[in-house]
């Protein structure tokens, strides 16, 4: 018997006035001039990725407190002639507590469980610092 991948449903609204609000019932969202759907784009890599790296810390029972920056660059794509991000990166900067064995691998697990990530055409760049170490 096949085992079903759990599924997980998430909806925006707009108004007339462009007004977006999510149905988790959160603040709505200000203009558009001061949340662009790219600074959206961004913020939701930056946020799914903590979100994984917190869910796979926390399997391993390590505490963690994070931040991190996204920034990223749009133009046409060379290869169909379209507006995209062609270049994303995300510095992160996390403790964890204790410091796990293997910090790579559970990176690793942060970067590919970001469902964000996986969704854009273009890999995104990780730079991470962890208890206050670069890691290459």
Known sequence: MAVRARTF??????DRDWTATSDAGAVPLPTE??????????AGLARCTLTSLRYHAELMGLGLRASAEANGRVTKR????RYAFVEVDVDLDATLEPAPADVRELLAKA?????VGASLTVTPRYRWTVNGEQIA
């Open 33 to 42: 001039e001061a949340w662009t759907p790219e600074h959206l784009v961004l």
């Open 9 to 14: 449903t998430y909806a925006v609204s707009l």
């Open 78 to 81: 060379e290869s169909d002639g």
């Open 111 to 115: 970067e590919r469980d970001c469902f």
